[in-house]
């Protein structure tokens, strides 16, 4: 795996040169992306097993800001486009989408991949014994105040706005169960924020639509008893004016 020192110790540096590193070992493999003869399913597991590893190496300690979050889209989709290749509608040759290309990897992103990354990192280091060196420097507070103005975005804010988008109820018990954070873990890599809230929509249209039904059901039964009680009482009233 390529190294990379940044001299002025900036993520953002790092992440900038590591994208041109996953672009230069594109271009390395890009007679194998042209090919006919391979799959588009093998040139897809290209990506994910070279390309890929090379620019996210160390992604667990990123802190991701919304221009960083574009160009490793930019970069990735370049090669999915390529992977894919155009869409033919009425006769006419057009790029995918963003939407399109989204859809066909199932939303694994390099995005959701980073964040996967970041959860299980921190899983790791949330189950650590408070006696391990990482758990100490995690859990250390600086004894000097933060400098004025606006607070640098950190990774644990990263962590926690990834763990509020998915909806994690009780994440501090679920994180100290390996198994069920797993499973966190695993959702993190396919997540999608609209395709969540749409779920969130149906199932409270079903649950609205469970209550009405209950409603109805119960007001015909109520209905339903009046008629047969007013039924009884006419049977009731008939038989005593014959006696």
């Known amino acids: 795996m ?7 110790n900036s993520i953002e540096e790092e992440i900038k040169e590591r ?13 194998f992306f042209k090919s006919r003869l391979v799959t588009k399913q093998s040139k897809l597991k290209l990506y994910r097993t070279v390309i890929r590893p090379i620019v996210t190496c160390a992604s667990e300690t990123w802190v991701l800001k ?7 889209l930019v970069s990735e989709r370049k090669i999915l486009r390529r992977i894919f290749g155009p869409t ?4 006419i040759w057009r790029v995918k989408t963003n939407e399109e290309l989204d859809k066909l990897i199932k939303h694994q992103n390099i995005i959701n991949h980073i964040k996967a990354q970041r959860l299980s990192w921190f899983g790791h280091v949330q189950r650590m014994p408070d006696t391990r060196t990482v758990k100490k420097i995690f859990n250390w507070e600086p004894l000097t105040k933060r400098s004025q103005g606006r607070s640098k975005y950190r990774w644990e804010d990263n962590i926690k706005q990834d763990i509020c988008q998915m909806e994690i109820k009780n994440w501090i018990a679920c994180v100290q169960d390996q198994g069920k954070w797993k499973e966190v873990v695993e959702k993190a890599k396919t997540f999608n924020e609209e395709v969540q809230h749409l779920e969130e929509e149906e199932e409270a249209g079903q649950r609205r639509l469970n209550y ?9 039964a109520e209905q339903a008893i009046c008629v047969l009680y007013f039924v009884v009482l006419q049977t009731n009233w008939c038989l005593g004016c014959h006696i």
């Open 66 to 72: 919304e221009t960083i979050i574009q160009k490793l």
């Open 212 to 220: 009405y039904t209950g409603r109805c059901i119960k007001f015909l």
């Open 19 to 31: 994208i041109a590193l996953g672009t230069k070992e594109y271009y390395a493999n890009l007679k």
């Open 2 to 8: 390529p190294g990379v020192h940044c001299k002025c």
């Open 88 to 91: 033919k509608e009425n006769q």
